[in-house]
């Protein structure tokens, strides 16, 4: 089993900077990918942003240009740099995590981010 915790959401004003954090814990042989969706309210959930074990990463088009994703792999953790925010990035935060020869996915709890006009 892996866990997955996330930190960092809150309230922002438009234009400002938020850092999503997210530690995985547990039975972690390999990790395939890690990342960030997102789902607003009346929204379905959407990706944010993937890293995966090679370094390479994909961004939403939305967020292409203000958002980073990046990680740690020495302690499981892969982080969310988002600037610029905008009303329309609000939303909860889920972390996303694929480990493991067979591919396993686990979410994190998710964690608000609301970015006020």
């Known amino acids: 089993q892996v866990q997955l915790a996330e930190s960092g959401g809150g309230l922002v004003q438009a234009g400002g900077s938020l850092r999503l954090s997210c530690a995985a814990s547990?039975?972690?042989?390999?990790?395939?990918?890690m990342g960030w969706y997102r789902q607003a309210p009346g929204k379905q959930r959407e990706l944010v942003a993937i890293?995966?074990?090679?370094?390479?990463?994909t961004y939403a088009d939305s967020v292409k240009g203000r958002f980073t994703i990046s990680r740690d792999s020495a302690k499981n953790t892969v982080y969310l740099q988002m600037n610029s925010l905008n009303p329309e990035d609000t939303a909860v935060y889920y972390c996303?995590?694929?480990?493991?020869?067979?591919?396993?996915?686990?979410w994190g709890q998710g964690t608000q981010v609301t970015v006020s006009s």
């Open positions: 547990g039975s972690i042989f390999r990790v395939n990918r």
């Open positions: 996303n995590g694929v480990f493991g020869t067979f591919s396993r996915d686990y």
């Open positions: 890293i995966f074990s090679s370094g390479s990463t």
